[in-house]
């Protein structure tokens, strides 16, 4: 009773559309979820993730939930999570991209969730790591550990959203590094970020971790760049 008075008088509103949201809506409106634009990723064996990664990385399964465009109800959903501190954004793609995930035949089961790290600079800028909230609800949807201290990113940069793509490839060598155990020895990862552009981040991630003996990589992403 309380919540729906408190909805009467400060309405939430659509992170794509920033129209009001119904009773039942959450961060989300129907009629935006309805266009935005889904991948098929989860279907198909081989797609332009792979096509993206190969000879790069070896990848179990790969899969984006959105086709990302310039001034999109997309780009003001990312902008939102990573911006403007929504991360119920991240909650609610999470939700809906792990219900999809867990229906999914892959093989081997994956057994950690990492997000892409923020340097410590960086985090304590904005306050929260923009993949935290939806790796967490993917973690959840399928019932694997949620583990964000095994990668950690070893060097501070600026944002690369208006670099190059040689530029970025040159920031991201030996940024990231890894900490292990033999707990992790033999496991298979799913490494979580934002948006897949060049791909150059989530390449230096996935050699990082590639230094566990027996580790196997998957990538999972909000977004990819089309």
């Known amino acids: 009773m309380l919540s729906n008075l408190i909805r009467l008088f400060y309405p939430e509103s659509c ?23 889904t991948t098929l990723h989860h279907s198909e064996p081989a797609h332009e993730i792979h096509q993206k990664f190969y000879g790069r990385i070896p990848l179990v399964f ?41 229906d ?13 790290p923020l340097h410590p600079k960086k985090f304590r800028e904005r306050g929260y790591n923009q993949v935290t909230t939806y790796a967490q609800a993917i973690a959840e949807s399928l019932e ?29 060598q030996s940024i990231f590094g890894v900490t292990f155990t033999e707990e992790h020895y033999d496991k298979h990862f799913i490494l979580v970020d934002d948006v897949i552009t060049t791909g150059s981040t989530l390449e230096a991630c996935a050699r990082e971790l590639l230094k566990i003996p027996g580790a196997k990589i998957s990538i999972v992403c909000m977004a990819m760049s089309q």
């Open 62 to 102: 790969a899969a984006a939930l959105l086709y990302f465009h310039k001034e999109s109800l997309v780009q003001e959903l990312i902008h939102q999570l990573k911006y403007k501190g929504n991360e119920s954004v991240g909650t609610a793609l999470g939700m809906w991209h792990g219900a999809i995930l867990k």
């Open 15 to 37: 992170a794509a559309c920033h129209g009001f949201l119904l009773q039942d809506e959450f961060v989300l409106c129907t009629q935006c979820r309805h266009q935005l634009p």
């Open 104 to 116: 999914c035949s892959i093989s081997p089961y994956p057994d950690f969730i990492i997000p892409v």
């Open 144 to 172: 694997i550990p949620f583990c964000d201290d095994l990668l950690v990113r070893n060097l501070y940069s600026k944002t690369q959203t208006k670099k190059s793509i040689l530029g970025r490839t040159e920031i991201v």
